[in-house]
């Protein structure tokens, strides 16, 4: 997918309004303008920003169900933003973005205030072990941890109806044969639109 086929399927698909497109384009600069102090995505990627970060956080709102007023999305590891401050900027979901790393919370603070998205998007600047549980519609996590280790951090936050984004690369299906069988279950795998050969554990309960 080039640079030109994600943003048009980014507006084709969602129906983007010129606000959003402006906050999706704010982002964007000022997450090149932060790689200058800190390493945020790589050097390789960058030149590929809205397929393999913008549009690859996207596309999981594809299996979320519409958000409303009150749907809480849990983006585990969020670091330069994706996909939760994506999420954020797309949707009204109240997205809450938990991130440890000191200079990485600045950024994406700066990133909410600038891009007028505090109503519905925050940090949660601790590891995950250490925050208060509270139930939550969607958890997402695209670098966080090994899928064995980011289930037993991050269920207590889940209930019978949450639903779990969780991009995996080439490593997916193999990841997934890793889980118990009952936890097996709970996931399906869907191949990612950005690559071909990468897989998205989408899962419920």
């Known amino acids: 997918m080039t640079e030109e086929e994600a943003q048009a399927w980014l507006r084709a698909e969602y129906d983007v309004?010129?606000?959003?497109?402006?906050?999706?384009?704010?982002?964007?600069?000022l997450l090149r303008d932060e790689m200058q102090r800190q390493n945020l995505i790589s050097r390789a990627s960058a030149d590929s920003l809205w397929a393999r970060h913008i549009v690859d956080s996207a596309q999981l709102l594809r299996?979320?169900?519409?958000?409303?007023?009150?749907?809480?999305?849990?983006?585990?590891?969020?670091g330069a933003g994706f996909p939760g401050m994506i999420i954020a900027i797309l949707t009204r979901y109240?997205?809450?973005?938990?991130?440890?790393?000191?200079?990485?919370?600045?950024?994406?603070?700066?990133?909410?205030?600038?891009?007028?998205?505090?109503?519905?998007a925050s940090v949660i600047a601790d590891r995950l072990e250490n925050v208060e549980s509270f139930p939550v519609d969607v958890i997402s996590a695209r670098a966080f941890?090994?899928?064995e280790r980011l289930i037993a951090l991050?269920?207590?936050?889940?209930?019978?109806?949450?639903?779990?984004?969780?991009?995996?690369?080439k490593n997916a299906v193999r990841e997934l044969k890793g889980l118990s069988p009952k936890r097996q279950?709970?996931?399906?795998?869907?191949?990612?639109?950005?690559?071909?050969?990468?897989?998205?554990?989408?899962?419920?309960?």
């Open 94 to 120: 109240q997205v809450r973005m938990v991130e440890s790393r000191k200079r990485r919370v600045e950024f994406l603070n700066d990133v909410i205030a600038k891009t007028g998205i505090a109503e519905h």
């Open 145 to 147: 941890a090994p899928l």
């Open 185 to 205: 279950k709970m996931f399906h795998v869907e191949h990612s639109l950005t690559d071909p050969d990468a897989g998205i554990l989408v899962g419920k309960g």
């Open 17 to 29: 309004s010129r606000e959003t497109w402006e906050r999706l384009e704010a982002f964007n600069a």
């Open 63 to 78: 299996y979320a169900p519409t958000p409303d007023s009150g749907k809480i999305w849990l983006d585990l590891g969020t």
């Open 154 to 169: 991050s269920h207590r936050f889940s209930t019978k109806n949450t639903l779990w984004l969780l991009p995996k690369g």
